[in-house]
């Protein structure tokens, strides 16, 4: 075997098994705080081979079966629908032709089952509401049939393992059932059903209601799930699902109203909007320090450091506190001393947390782990823009050590070679290989496809650390360390212009994928090089040559920008990260655009996004989508097996929103700015409600009339103002 086979195969043990396909599946997801959901159309927990359905409790499944029956057999679906904030999913349901061998108890269609769920701290509620639409009495069983695996969430998603815990005998009372594992970790988890009215019988795996309804009579029955219930008396079900339901709509009304709101003339586009803003503070748990975005379901229900800081990098301009709660939690698990097996080192940011049982045993590496090249000069970025977007020196200055931190990690750990460029390779075999975003074990290579060896430099990590230093240098200016700020601004000087000697390839027109560990430049087009306009290291000349070939049909596919030119040796559009179109990707070179004032590009990649959205099911961008070129009256293809909703997804239209826009803001005279805006194909009318400054806060409606652009402010709340430039 290889070393490049060898790297190959430890990587793919982390990664999602494509046994099946999400797409076919089309699941339903609720989550709130560490608990998420994934349930079918109907509302019921199917797990299965390649089918993640279950309810999840920090990395564990709590339940993998919650199916329903009547007289033994599954309803019928009429409909399935996600609330507009993603507070519930609503199922319509009525019974098939139901027999007695070979004769007609009830005609289909005559039962009618609405089906309420939602997640809500630690538990899953659900009301059935039957009603009866036979012109005669009817008597049936109404049946639900449970169990849980307690499986690693890793396990889910195809890793096996020799041995596990004990899933004991349920307890059963008169209106319960508890469900219990003892893992190998010593840890108990526990779920608990209860049932109101108490069912008729209860079993190990079923609980069973007879039904006697006259003609138009309606019962309604609740079911709470609980992980990890509590010994303390509980409200009764029927109690607890109207409390938790309140309070669940409030939580989600009290964090969106946070963010500013946006309201176009294309009414497609405002349902994908909503839906966006609706994923993202789904997604957000509340953390002891603050708003924190989870990074997508089911895979990545949990803290990641990169992905947090992207999601909250797009949404600065319309919610900064999801940016304080991201700097504020990462800065608390910055790593503090070297550690191998988490390939952690002084001063380095967080990648992941799990909370698993496979993780607490070290059989996977991520308990606590730091693996990510470009999550360090991202935290710094973004603490650079969160002062430059609110003005918040407290905030910054209290942050100020880890910062200064994450800088001396970039100085000593970064870079491995003292080249001046920023370096990875992972510490043990059981580390990630490749540790930029596009982290799959055959994303980085050569122009003839061999995979390049390490440790690897990537292009737009180095961008990453050129903005970081000029965004510490900003803020040592602000907390009056000038000394500080003139030698980052040095050392960000020096590395723009080793970038441009190292990474530029005349030969493809753009910047080099990577330097290899013998300083050989990876020449392969890739979506890597728009990643550098964000940082604003290219020339205007650069910028435009990376922008048009970007904008080209070997790139652009119609819905978005490939990953991977067409061409090059490992172009795959069906591949994760060698040809797929990922709107994170697309958001960040549409900010990147936009630095360069070449708005109308941005604009195109956020029209290409938006029309993919109009094929998709409740208009949500997943974590990526095929790289096929688009076709006449077809949708984009999906991945098999992406993650919907991901936050950075989900806040990628909001960020190509603002590149188009140009939206700035300065705090210090509170003032919302629109450099040089322009409006996307879609509609002629934006208006943006709730634009905050320092407290004050504005309406401005922008109305495009032919080439130009205008912005009137309709109310505004304390002293601020809106400017346009063009």
């Known amino acids: 075997m290889t070393e490049q086979t060898k790297a190959g195969a430890a990587v793919d043990a982390f990664f999602v098994a494509a046994t099946a396909s999400l797409q076919v599946q089309r699941p339903r997801t609720l989550k709130h705080g560490d608990t998420f959901g994934v349930f079918d159309h109907a509302g019921d927990v199917l797990a299965g081979q390649g089918n993640p359905g279950g309810l999840y409790f920090r990395d564990t499944r709590h339940l993998s079966r919650l199916d329903l029956f009547l007289n033994g057999q599954h309803p019928l679906l009429l409909s399935s629908d996600m609330r507009e904030d993603n507070a519930s999913l609503t199922c319509d349901l009525t019974n098939p032709d139901?027999?007695?061998?070979?004769?007609?108890?009830l005609e289909h269609d005559l039962v009618h089952i609405r089906r309420s769920c939602f997640v809500f701290e630690g538990a899953c509620h659900q009301r059935l509401a039957v009603r009866s639409y036979a012109d005669t009495a009817q008597t049936f069983a109404l049946e639900l049939r449970f169990s849980?695996?307690?499986?690693?969430?890793?396990?889910?998603?195809?890793?096996?393992?020799?041995?596990?815990?004990?899933?004991?005998?349920?307890?059963?009372?008169?209106?319960?059932?508890?469900?219990?594992?003892?893992?190998?970790?010593?840890?108990?988890?526990?779920?608990?059903?209860?049932?109101?009215?108490?069912?008729?019988?209860?079993?190990?795996?079923?609980?069973?209601?007879?039904?006697?309804?006259?003609?138009?009579?309606?019962?309604?029955?609740?079911?709470?799930?609980?992980?990890?219930?509590?010994?303390?008396?509980?409200?009764?079900?029927?109690?607890?699902?109207?409390?938790?339901?309140?309070d669940a709509r409030r939580a989600l009304r009290r964090s969106a109203g946070r963010a500013t709101a946006i309201e176009t003339g294309n009414e497609i586009f405002n349902e994908a909007v909503r839906r966006s803003v609706s994923d993202l503070y789904m997604l957000i748990t509340d953390t002891d320090l603050g708003a924190y975005p989870y990074a997508g379901i089911p895979w990545y229900s949990t803290a990641f450091g990169r992905d947090a800081l992207i999601t909250a990098t797009m949404m600065l301009w319309m919610d900064p506190a999801v940016a304080r709660g991201v700097l504020r939690y990462l800065a608390a698990n910055q790593a503090n001393s070297p550690?191998?097996?988490?390939?952690?080192?002084?001063?380095?940011?967080?990648?992941?947390?799990?909370?698993?049982?496979?993780?607490?045993?070290?059989?996977?590496?991520?308990?606590?782990?730091?693996?990510?090249?470009?999550?360090?000069?991202?935290?710094?970025?973004?603490?650079?823009?969160?002062?430059?977007?609110?003005?918040?020196?407290?905030?910054?200055?209290?942050?100020?050590?880890?910062?200064?931190?994450?800088?001396?990690?970039?100085?000593?750990?970064?870079?491995?070679?003292?080249?001046?460029?920023?370096?990875?390779?992972?510490?043990?075999q059981t580390g990630l290989a490749n540790q930029g975003w596009k982290d799959s074990h055959d994303s980085v290579f050569h122009a003839d496809g061999s995979l390049a060896q390490g440790p690897i430099a990537l292009v737009e990590v180095?961008?990453?650390?050129?903005?970081?230093?000029?965004?510490?240098?900003?803020?040592?200016?602000?907390?009056?360390?000038?000394?500080?700020?003139?030698?980052?601004?040095?050392?960000?000087?020096?590395?723009?212009?080793?970038?441009?000697?190292?990474?530029?390839?005349?030969?493809?027109?753009?910047?080099?994928?990577?330097?290899?560990?013998?300083?050989?430049?990876?020449?392969?087009?890739?979506?890597?090089?728009?990643?550098?306009?964000l940082a604003g290291v290219p020339s205007a000349e650069r910028a435009a040559r990376v922008a048009g070939q970007l904008l080209g049909s070997a790139f652009f596919s119609g819905w978005g920008v490939r990953t991977i030119g067409t061409g090059e040796a490992r172009y795959n559009p069906m591949s994760y990260h060698n040809g797929s179109v990922w709107p994170h990707d697309n958001a960040l070179i549409g900010l990147g655009l936009g630095r360069y004032g070449m708005r109308r590009e941005a604009a195109r990649v956020l029209d290409g996004l938006f029309e993919a959205a109009t094929y998709?099911?409740?208009?949500?961008?997943?974590?990526?989508?095929?790289?096929?070129?688009?076709?006449?009256?077809?949708?984009?293809?999906?991945?098999?097996?992406a993650c919907v909703p991901q936050a950075w997804s989900a806040a990628a239209p909001l960020?190509?929103?603002?590149?188009?826009l140009g939206i700035?803001?300065?705090?210090?005279?509170?003032?919302?700015?629109?450099?040089?805006?322009?409006?996307?194909?879609?509609?002629?009318?934006?208006?943006?409600?709730?634009?905050?400054?320092?407290?004050?806060?504005?309406?401005?409606?922008?109305?495009?009339h032919g080439e130009s652009v205008s912005a009137t402010v309709l109310t505004r709340s304390g002293d601020i103002r809106a400017t346009v430039t063009s």
């Open 98 to 105: 139901l027999f007695d061998g070979e004769r007609l108890l």
């Open 148 to 246: 849980a695996d307690f499986a690693d969430l890793f396990e889910v998603r195809g890793q096996r393992r020799p041995r596990r815990g004990t899933v004991h005998a349920p307890q059963i009372g008169h209106d319960t059932v508890t469900l219990a594992y003892s893992g190998l970790d010593g840890a108990a988890r526990r779920t608990r059903l209860r049932f109101a009215p108490a069912p008729e019988r209860i079993e190990p795996g079923r609980a069973i209601f007879a039904l006697h309804l006259a003609p138009g009579e309606r019962v309604t029955l609740y079911v709470e799930v609980r992980c990890m219930p509590q010994e303390a008396r509980a409200a009764p079900p029927a109690e607890a699902f109207f409390i938790a339901l309140r």
């Open 655 to 660: 960020a190509l929103l603002q590149a188009c």
């Open 339 to 428: 550690d191998p097996d988490a390939d952690a080192e002084p001063g380095k940011i967080l990648h992941e947390v799990r909370h698993g049982e496979m993780a607490e045993l070290r059989e996977v590496p991520f308990r606590r782990y730091y693996g990510s090249v470009d999550a360090t000069p991202l935290f710094v970025m973004l603490a650079g823009d969160y002062l430059r977007r609110t003005g918040d020196l407290a905030t910054v200055q209290a942050l100020w050590p880890h910062i200064a931190a994450a800088l001396d990690w970039i100085d000593r750990f970064g870079d491995r070679d003292g080249d001046g460029f920023i370096e990875y390779h992972r510490m043990t």
């Open 664 to 704: 700035g803001f300065e705090p210090e005279s509170r003032t919302v700015t629109f450099d040089r805006p322009v409006m996307p194909a879609f509609t002629d009318r934006i208006r943006l409600t709730g634009l905050a400054v320092g407290g004050a806060r504005i309406d401005v409606l922008v109305q495009g």
């Open 616 to 641: 998709i099911d409740l208009r949500r961008l997943p974590e990526l989508f095929c790289g096929f070129p688009r076709r006449r009256g077809q949708g984009p293809t999906f991945y098999p097996v």
């Open 462 to 533: 180095q961008g990453y650390v050129h903005q970081a230093r000029r965004a510490g240098a900003r803020i040592a200016a602000a907390l009056g360390d000038h000394g500080r700020a003139k030698v980052l601004r040095t050392q960000a000087d020096a590395l723009k212009r080793r970038i441009e000697q190292a990474y530029w390839c005349e030969e493809i027109g753009t910047y080099a994928l990577a330097l290899d560990g013998a300083k050989q430049p990876c020449r392969v087009r890739s979506s890597n090089a728009g990643h550098l306009l």
